[in-house]
């Protein structure tokens, strides 16, 4: 929107220390507590994930910053626009991209992005130049021309990022902006995230998957039960954690009681199958080394893989949330638990 | 004053962009027909056929249930269309205000209830000897009258839903019972006091009123009262209209 921003708007963006801000925002539906005073900051030009389980406050949150939902307390500055008191100004530094792809499928793809354009009262000739370059840039200007009804998903998800991109924001919201797509469109859409990070834009990013806010987030934080559980990078998090350390093993042939015989091992607290492997937490992982290859010896069994592994986002996400997978006591894991409370029956725990 | 006379035509831009969105989008889905088309011309042939009085007398009838049923139909096909596939969050998240917004959609309720009772109007005039005695009056009766329903129906698609049936069905209760006592059946000078009090609390009467006395008829309660009431019922939907959807922001 460098065209045609006001000289005060520059000002205020300049002057504005963080991107997002937000105080003690509250959301309420009757006695549930949805999102419970929560605070932080995004810098400039940071990638922000947004982790939690379903129900955590994810989406009412991004609801609440983006104007969709009014919050019941607290507020929030986008660029350092108030979204209760200066909403026009916040919304203008602002795209979006919802967790569902509300397109117009009625309309052609351009259509739709000129559409955008007018809700943001672009010029006409900037309108156009705009929507050509992003239909490009996502390879869908060949079919500008066609209804989007008729689109894939992933097809869909890219024109509602262009969509978002129209105003040339200065914050992107995204919400789960990977669910549900194939390989393809969820590697272009890492991809994408990155360069227009590169170029300066600020991404507050929603998600389930804890390895993807890995790879491509500054910072994130974990939310669950509508409370900020913890904000940091990856790494800081990860070494917050750093007695969840592990030992991943895989026999040629493993045997039927593989699970239990593992987790008996002295000094492992816990024993996860994944897949064909077997992931041992422990504190003291070179005994539990010792320990393993003792019992593949005594059970005439063939070590084909064994890893050691530093605690992942998963394991912070796990430790803080309190999430275990479906999988317990149906045979897929077994030990001595890993030193807290963990009392929700769901979630998923990634292949290492 | 500069910056306010810009911040209000870009509102407005952004109004008619909706409304013209709107318009492409919706005005041939099958409620919008049904509801906005269908079901007053079939209300309206229901009543005449059989009826002594000749056609032209009925000609205002037919333009004030065109405008009444097409105006207050888009706005409930719409919205909870747009809620249902999240389109709507679209406006919500949009630089613009929630009343040009509510603006956009009711100018489509607009365009479509004037043009679809701009048919009995040009069937009057070509075919039954309607004459079109006073064009001020028939202009404020479809300028206002369309306004006012098309806001009636934003209003009623504040309603929590995501498919138009679910909007449609409350305000159907409300619609259709207005019909019997805005004169439509019965001239309104015929009702008994309490009847004619009701009466003229109803929109729907001083439509009727306004376009009978824009074909050359006569108005019980006299146009400026048609015209005053009118507008109030407007600005009073359009009011309201923005509350409950403040209401819904709240609740989301």
């Known amino acids: 929107m460098e065209g045609f921003t006001r000289a005060s708007e520059v000002t205020t963006q300049m002057q504005a220390e963080f991107a997002i801000e937000v105080s003690n925002l509250t959301k309420k539906y009757g006695d549930l507590v949805a999102v419970d005073h929560i605070n932080f900051q995004v810098r400039k030009s940071e990638i922000f994930g947004f982790l939690g389980p379903n129900g955590a406050g994810k989406t009412t949150t991004i609801r609440m910053l983006t104007g969709i939902s009014i919050p019941t307390e607290g507020t929030a500055a986008i660029m350092g626009y108030d979204i209760r008191r200066q909403p026009i100004e916040a919304k203008e530094q602002m795209g979006i991209v919802p967790d569902i792809s509300n397109v117009y499928n009625e309309l052609s793809a351009w259509d739709n992005l000129i559409f955008t354009g007018k809700l943001y009262v672009m010029p006409k000739g900037f309108r156009d130049s705009r929507a050509e370059e992003l239909l490009k840039m996502f390879g869908l200007y060949e079919r500008r021309g066609e209804k989007v009804q008729g689109f894939s998903r992933g097809m869909k998800r890219r024109i509602c990022i262009t969509m978002a991109l129209m ?61 900020i559980a913890a904000i940091d990078t990856p790494e800081r998090l990860k070494r917050t954690v750093e007695s969840l350390q592990s030992i991943e093993v895989a026999f040629e042939v493993p045997p039927l ?10 000094y492992v607290g816990e024993v996860v199958k994944e897949g064909d492997k077997f992931r041992l937490f422990t504190d003291d992982p070179s005994s539990v080394l010792a320990s393993v290859w003792n019992y593949a010896q005594s059970n005439e069994l063939k070590l084909i893989t064994v890893n050691t592994l530093g605690p992942s986002l998963e394991d912070v996400f796990v430790k803080l949330t309190g999430i275990r997978p479906a999988t317990e006591g149906e045979g897929g894991r077994m030990g001595r638990g890993r030193g807290q409370s963990q009392g929700q029956g769901m979630g998923q725990r990634r292949g290492s | 004053m500069k910056v306010h006379s810009s911040r209000l035509g870009r509102e407005a831009r952004v109004a008619w962009a909706i409304a013209v969105k709107d318009i492409r989008t919706y005005y041939t889905r099958p409620p919008s027909i049904m509801f906005g088309i269908l079901f007053p011309f079939s209300l309206f042939l229901s009543f005449s056929i059989g009826r002594t009085a000749p056609l032209s007398v009925q000609i205002p009838v037919l333009i004030a249930q065109t405008l009444f049923f097409a105006s207050s139909s888009i706005g409930p096909v719409v919205i909870p269309s747009e809620r249902a596939n999240q389109t709507f969050d679209r406006f919500l998240t949009s630089p613009v205000s929630l009343l040009s917004i509510l603006l ?23 075919f039954f000897g309607s004459q079109i005695a006073n064009v001020g009056a028939l202009v404020a009766c479809m300028a206002l009258s369309s306004l006012g329903f098309s806001a009636m129906g934003i209003m009623f698609a504040s309603l929590p839903g995501q498919q138009p049936g679910q909007v449609m069905m409350p305000l159907n209760f409300v619609r259709i019972p207005l019909l019997f006592i805005s004169g439509v059946y019965t001239p309104v000078r015929e009702l008994p006091s309490w009847g004619q009090m009701g009466s003229m609390l109803s929109p729907l009467t001083h439509t009727i009123e306004l376009a009978r006395y824009a074909l050359g008829g006569e108005t019980f309660f006299g146009p400026l009262v048609n015209i005053t009431i009118l507008a109030v019922y407007t600005a009073l939907f359009l009011f309201m209209g923005i509350r409950f959807h403040i209401m819904n922001q709240r609740k989301e």
Not at chain 1, 178 to 199: M, Y
Not at chain 1, 257 to 266: N, Q, R, S, T, V
Not at chain 2, 110 to 117: A, D, K, N, T
């Open chain 1, 167 to 227: 105003n040339r924001s200065s914050v992107l919201f995204l919400d789960e902006p990977t669910s549900g797509l194939d390989v393809q469109s969820v590697l272009i859409i890492r991809d994408l995230i990155r360069k227009l990070n590169q170029e300066g834009l600020t991404i507050f990013v929603t998600t389930h998957n804890i390895e993807e806010a890995s790879q491509i987030c500054d910072r994130v934080a974990i939310i669950n039960h509508g409370k």
């Open chain 2, 104 to 126: 956009g959609k009711t100018l489509a309720g607009v365009i479509f209830g004037i043009g679809i009772s701009v048919i009995p109007i040009l069937i009057g005039v070509a």
């Open chain 1, 257 to 266: 009681d593989a699970l239990k015989g593992l987790g008996e091992l002295p």
